[in-house]
């Protein structure tokens, strides 16, 4: 891989890099749909990332079909697939991890230990392999997404990280490679985590802004589902995801399947931001 970016770095071609787990979807493609018009060669990685997965979570059932996802990223026309064996990315006695600190804490943080660790590990030895100009993130997953560009302030890694919007179902659901766990009746309850984003903002839009008002209002509407299992709802900060901010945040269990969504207050929720699954 870092051949190949040297390469066509020596002819002068901007690179940009999509990290995924596979699984792939349209929310991935609309992250390589925004790397193609950004630069001269799109990179997708596809790695399940076993570090930051912790105990009981699903990292040997997570989906896996590469043959899937390779024949869309055929069609997407990326330039290059790198798809590295865990034993290249951690060989034996590979011990060194990359810890962020306080934007890490909380909330997923605080959920599952050791997961931004991970994450933030798994990105750095991404963008040493890739070296890539600019790196793609989608805005579903807001607090990694803050993770890594702190970790790229931090370390001075030179990447411009560029965070895309949440695709959704028409009926709002946010995109997950985990919807495919859902049973037909969880599907339907799982509409609750964006139902309450949208009660939320239209509060906000409203004229409200007593977060403990606003809160109120996202949790009402999270705990009207019986199939719901609230983990958190908050307002945070968008970059440091310290209280008080207008970004709502919440992760809620649907059945076994653990889901995440989230939405600027500030920015409502007009039914237009439901942008269909591509096809």
């Known amino acids: ?30 992250l390589v749909d925004a790397a193609r018009r950004e630069n001269d060669v799109v990179v997708v990685s596809i790695f399940v990332n076993p ?30 697939i790198y798809r590295p064996a865990t034993a290249a990315m951690y060989p034996p006695g590979a011990t060194t991890r990359v810890r962020v600190g306080d934007v890490a804490e909380p909330l997923e943080g605080a959920a599952r230990p ?48 560029r965070v895309q919007p949440i695709v959704r179902e028409p009926d709002g659901l946010a995109l997950s490679s985990r919807n495919v766990y859902l049973s037909p009746d969880e599907r339907k309850a799982a509409v609750a985590l964006s139902s309450a984003l949208r009660a939320a903002a239209d509060a906000y839009a409203g004229g409200e802004r ?36 207008t970004l709502a945040v919440v992760a809620a269990r649907v059945g076994k399947t653990r889901l995440i969504d989230n939405h600027d207050l500030a920015l409502g929720f007009p039914q237009d931001s439901f942008r269909s699954a591509l096809k």
């Open 114 to 161: 050791g997961h931004f660790e991970g994450v933030a590990t798994v990105v750095t030895k991404l963008f040493a392999a890739v070296a890539p100009d600019r790196a793609y993130f989608g805005q579903k997953d807001a607090q990694q997404a803050a993770v890594v560009k702190r970790l790229v302030r931090d370390l001075d890694l030179g990447v411009d990280v």
């Open 210 to 245: 007593d977060p403990d008002a606003l809160l109120a209002v996202l949790r009402r509407r999270l705990e009207a589902e019986p199939l719901v299992q609230v983990d958190y709802a908050e307002l945070v900060d968008q970059a440091t995801f310290q209280k008080p901010g």
């Open 1 to 30: 891989m870092l051949e190949a970016s040297r390469l066509w770095r020596r002819e002068g071609k901007s690179i940009g890099l999509v990290p995924t787990m596979g699984a792939l979807h349209a929310g991935h493609l609309s």
């Open 51 to 80: 570090i930051q997965f912790g105990p009981g979570e699903d990292f040997t059932r997570y989906p896996r079909d590469y043959a899937h996802d390779a024949s869309l990223l055929e069609a997407a026309e990326v330039d290059a």
